[in-house]
């Protein structure tokens, strides 16, 4: 994991690259390489990269970035890490490149150099990075299909500026501070901007499993070279399932054992988050299979949970002592809590409302030494452990959201919002208004506060502006476009927003805040392609079952009878004191706070609340 940057005067009249620039955007993300930095500037200042490393394999100098190839006609900047470098390399020295370092970003410069941008559909794992090609005088990025990895671009006509972090592109100094109605509105809407959309108009994100190509003299090009949704859409119609029960279970070991395998390799030890829950307990237990790996566990416990059904320490520690593992639990109280609460908000790149459990258990990860851990993120989304797994194909399937017209279901809605929120979230008064669809049932089933709740948080003209381009039921429902299965329906839409967009999103900057990388092994392309076509098939058992018989040691008898819980933090209690204009506890208090605290102009008067979109 590291940080990089790239600037790229491809307009005729493009400034020369500001070497203080590089240094002010790279240095601005030091936490996400404390191990080294590195800069590069062409010759004629057309170009420049930089670089923060933190050291997880080769971490001699000949791993250190920029890096050249040999004939010094490519330079390259890479965050991330390529779980199959090994087996690219030895294909590689078959073909007669000789290579100088162990590190996976060297693989990358010499793939690239055989097969072009095409060398995308050779890589697993995830990653971020930007190659010049000197000779083609042309600038190549790209990003994982998963996501995993953050890449982010400002483009004013002229020059091209890309970084690992927004608040890093801004320290630079050249970036317009516009506001972005969409980026604003989609975090009100879900709890986290979604891609590609950034609280400002200048920044985009490079979309998950796609490549950039930027030459000079021409605007960039954004092309999609995965797409999670065309994989799903595929593996409903694969031929290519087993046919037994045994057969089955064997495909699933075999898959996530192998991809716990790839995402243990590195030159430092690697941690795995030991929670209570089943998917980081199958990344333990297949862990532990893995020949001559010295495992590191992590569970972070509360204090107001200590002793109660709430508290997840002794069923980790158990499941750490069924596999041998060296474990630490971290304790955390209310009052360290709000003591680090001001730099957890810091630490976000962009405003999330999750992340902060990840945040403390990444910091007690550093402080036991590791640069590295495993976390079971991914798992529910491919073996259905959440709720809209039932929930969401059930509202997408009532007839009655379908039959009654919008313009009625709005009204109903609106006399019933009062009474409702006396009860419950205000946002199930839009029932009848949004079931019917899968892009309606999701956004019940996910969204923070409903559209039309958003219009009485923000300016009018910022909601309207956000919404149109958003669409955010068109777009739902366009994310499961061809894809048969009912399960695979609501595994894109959690892969692609829940996942992408928060999960991932918030163990990067959380993650990278204590210079931890932190790994995803159910979060893997090829492991999403083997699982597939076996849930569009119904072969999968209810409530990820599967992982119950996965692993050749079993789990804990009291972990297979425990409800699913994951890291948890007392949030009611803590992450939120209440909106004090608004008087709202919880996640949507605490998303009120969040949005204050990143320069949102919040509309508190009852008369913009009248004239707001509906």
Not at 218 to 242: G, H, K, S
Not at 411 to 437: C, D, H, M, N
Request: aromatic share 8%; proline share 5%.
């Amino acid at each position: 994991m590291c940080g990089l940057v790239s600037i790229f005067g491809y307009g005729n009249d493009a400034p020369p690259v500001d070497a203080c620039e590089l240094r002010l955007i790279r240095d601005a993300m030091v936490d996400r390489g404390p191990d080294g930095s590195g800069l590069w500037i062409s010759r004629d200042r057309r170009l420049g990269l930089a670089h923060r490393r933190l050291s997880l394999l080769d971490l001699s100098e000949a791993g250190a970035q920029p890096m050249a190839s040999l004939d010094g006609h490519l330079q390259i900047v890479f965050n991330g890490e390529i779980y199959n470098h090994r087996e690219l390399r030895s294909r590689l020295k078959a073909r007669g490149c000789c290579f100088v370092s162990h590190s996976d970003t060297e693989v990358l410069l010499h793939l690239y150099a055989e097969k072009d941008v095409e060398m995308v559909r050779d890589l697993r794992g995830m990653y971020a990075f930007v190659i010049w090609d000197q000779r083609r005088r042309r600038l190549f990025a790209a990003r994982d299909p998963i996501g995993i990895k953050p890449l982010y671009y400002a483009d004013n006509g002229r020059s091209l500026r890309i970084a690992s972090q927004v608040k890093a592109l801004m320290c630079g100094g050249a970036i317009e501070t516009e506001r972005d109605p969409a980026g604003e509105v989609g975090f009100l809407l879900w709890g986290y901007v979604p891609d590609p959309f950034t609280t400002l108009r200048a920044v985009r994100a490079l979309p998950a499993g796609a490549m950039m190509v930027a030459e000079q003299g021409r605007r960039p090009i954004i092309q999609t070279f995965c797409d999670l949704r065309e994989e799903l859409a595929l593996a409903a119609v694969t031929n290519d399932t087993p046919a037994t029960a045994l057969a089955i279970r064997e495909r699933i070991h075999t898959t996530l054992a192998k991809s716990v395998a790839c995402h243990l390799i590195a030159d430092v030890p690697v941690g795995i988050f030991q929670s209570a829950g089943l998917d980081s307990s199958a990344v333990t237990a297949l862990a532990s299979e893995t020949p001559n790996t010295r495992l590191n566990t992590i569970t972070l416990g509360f204090e107001e949970y200590r002793g109660t059904a709430d508290d997840e320490t002794p069923l980790a520690a158990q499941v750490s002592q069924q596999y041998g593992t060296q474990h630490c639990t971290r304790w955390l109280a209310r009052d360290e809590f709000e003591a680090d609460l001001e730099r957890v908000i810091a630490a976000m790149d962009q405003p999330t409302t999750d992340g902060v459990n990840t945040y403390f258990v990444a910091q007690a990860a550093h402080q036991i030494g590791l640069k590295a851990a495993l976390s079971g993120v991914g798992g529910d989304e491919l073996f259905g452990g959440y709720s809209s797994f039932r929930q969401v194909p059930a509202l997408a399937a009532a007839a009655w959201g379908r039959m009654v017209p919008r313009f009625v279901s709005r009204r109903l809605r609106a006399s019933l919002a009062p009474a409702v929120g006396r009860i419950t979230s205000p946002k199930y008064a839009s029932l009848l208004e949004f079931a019917g669809t899968y892009g309606g049932a999701y956004l019940l089933r996910r969204a923070l506060f409903m559209p039309w709740e958003i219009a009485k948080l923000l300016p009018p003209e910022t909601v309207r502006a956000g919404l149109e381009v958003l669409q955010p039921e068109l777009e739902l429902d366009h994310a499961v476009r061809d894809i048969a299965s009912p399960f695979l329906k609501v595994s894109a839409l959690e892969l692609t927003c829940y996942m992408r967009n928060q999960l991932l999103r918030d163990a990067d900057w959380a993650g990278m805040a204590h210079s931890l990388e932190i790994r995803t092994p159910f979060a893997d392309l090829e492991v999403l392609r083997a699982i597939a076509p076996l849930a569009a098939r119904n072969l999968l058992q209810a409530k990820k079952r599967d992982l119950i018989n996965l692993p050749a040691c079993p789990f804990p008898l009291p972990l297979i009878n425990r409800a699913k819980t994951g890291f948890r933090i007392p949030v009611q209690d803590w992450i939120a004191k209440g909106d004090r204009v608004h008087h709202e506890r919880g996640l949507r208090g605490w998303a009120r706070r969040l949005a204050g605290e990143f320069g949102f102009a919040l509309a508190h008067h009852r008369s913009a609340r009248r004239r707001s979109f509906d």
